[in-house]
């Protein structure tokens, strides 16, 4: 919490690009200027790769909030550093892939944050299309919605998160952050987050 980078209001509701109302807002980026904690997710993430895919020879970042931390990942792993946009550019060499990518290599994505799955996913696809294949991928945090497990499922991409949305309402209700009484609003929200309406 000390970053502040998760903001919990459950009388509130924040808007996500993809129109949903949602009392819960996370911005990763927050974390990169607090350098002890930027540097546990970026050991987390690390951890995460080697145990899970092992074989991984490129590490890539979905454009843009898990750029930096990608890079970070990349460079403490001496390994090869791309990222992927949501679609091609309009303009210049048209890259949706941007850095250097031999095919054939084989790449674990490092993503930030998991709520449909989306455009997570369409960077996998991206990076397939280029003849690359995606071992899996690695995020900081996931709401694991059902729907996003389905999407992973049927894309037959690997997810690990270091955390995700229950675990996170545990800590806040620990640390004082929310109440008691607002902890069954926050799960109502997750159940069905499309219908949300403070």
Request: glycine share 10%; charged share 20%; net charge negative.
């Amino acid at each position: 919490m000390q970053s502040k980078a998760i903001k919990l209001e459950p009388a509130n509701s924040f808007t996500w690009a993809s129109g949903w109302k949602s009392p819960v807002y996370c911005d990763h980026r927050r974390t990169l200027g607090f350098p002890e904690i930027r540097t546990i997710i970026r050991d987390s993430l690390v951890c995460t790769i080697r145990k899970y895919y092992p074989g991984a020879e490129v590490i890539a970042g979905v454009a843009t909030g898990a750029i930096a931390q990608g890079a970070l990942v990349a460079d403490a792993m001496g390994l090869p550093f791309i990222y992927v946009r949501s679609s091609a550019k309009g303009h210049g060499l048209g890259n949706q892939v941007e850095g250097y990518l031999e095919p054939g290599k084989k790449v674990a994505v490092v993503e930030d944050l998991i709520s449909t799955g989306g455009s997570s996913l369409a960077a996998v696809e991206a990076l397939r299309r280029m003849g690359n294949p995606v071992l899996g991928m690695v995020a900081i945090f996931t709401y694991a919605f059902p729907l996003a497990v389905e999407n992973f499922a049927h894309a037959g991409c690997e997810l690990h998160a270091l955390t995700d949305y229950n675990e996170l309402l545990q800590l806040a209700l620990e640390s004082g952050y929310i109440r008691e009484e607002q902890l069954d609003l926050l799960k109502q929200w997750r159940e069905a987050p499309d219908q949300w309406n403070v």
